[in-house]
């Protein structure tokens, strides 16, 4: 197999999931059913990371990423992830700091997407996932209708996510709330559901829900699987 390398510790608690839902994937395809995934992580350290607003904050985000992918790469990486979701914001600038691919989480969920015939999808993640550009347009790039933010719900679902799922905390009232805020967007004419935050399985049930869940880090996940298994 070939080796992959990802970007991790944005939270730690979704770099865990990746590497159980790689290692699984890899697993189940393999014969005999012992194979593990050749997998190069750097976990950087989310307090320098977290909370980003200015231009400045983000400049200095694209740099310390820009520097795991380079040492990911002379590691002996053939291709990259991020394992975040609104990290992505500076994906342009990571991608042109190496040789090697690094793997869209957005172009992964949007095909997913496609290839189900999903349109009419709500998107939940992190204020600037929900809200600029960088994230939607990917998807819309793959055919999807997005609806419009929720903004009231924008500043709720931010601070779930870095309060308390960042964490590895899962409360009942969290799950409470995302129920009900999918209910709201069925309601609203949502066909589909997008959750645009690596975390965010913990309180939301992607398998048993009223509308189809799209979770991006099931989606990353699966590319990794597949991209590590081609020959």
């Known amino acids: 197999m070939r080796k992959l390398g990802l970007i991790g510790g944005m939270s ?23 194979a593990s ?3 190069l992580i750097e976990s950087l350290d989310f307090s320098h990371l977290y909370g980003l607003r200015e231009d400045a904050e983000w400049d200095r985000a694209a740099q310390v990423l820009s520097e795991s992918a380079q040492r990911l790469e002379q590691a002996g990486a053939g291709a990259l992830m991020i394992c975040a979701n609104s990290m992505h914001k500076v994906y342009d600038r990571v991608a042109a700091s190496v040789s090697i691919p690094i793997i869209h989480i ?6 997913e997407m496609q290839e189900a015939g999903a349109t009419d999808a709500a998107l939940f993640g992190t204020r600037n996932v929900m809200t600029e550009s960088f994230y939607r347009q ?19 679902i931010d601070r779930v996510i870095y309060d308390d799922l960042m964490r590895g905390k899962a409360t009942r009232e969290a799950e409470r709330m995302f129920k009900t805020l999918i209910t709201r967007k069925e309601q609203d004419g949502a066909k589909a559901i997008v959750l645009a ?18 979770d991006s880090t099931r989606a990353h996940c699966n590319a990794a699987i597949q991209w590590l298994l081609e020959v």
Request: include cysteine.
């Open 138 to 156: 990917r998807l819309v790039a793959h055919g999807v209708d997005l609806m419009p933010p929720d903004s009231d719900a924008i500043d709720q």
């Open 37 to 39: 995934a050749p997998l």
């Open 197 to 214: 935050c690596t975390e965010l399985e913990l309180v939301i049930d992607v398998d048993a829900n009223v509308l189809p869940i799209f």
């Open 106 to 111: 957005a172009d992964c969920v949007g095909r």
């Open 12 to 34: 730690w608690v979704s770099t865990r999931t990746y590497y159980e839902r790689i290692n699984r994937g890899v697993q189940r395809a393999s014969e005999g059913g012992h």
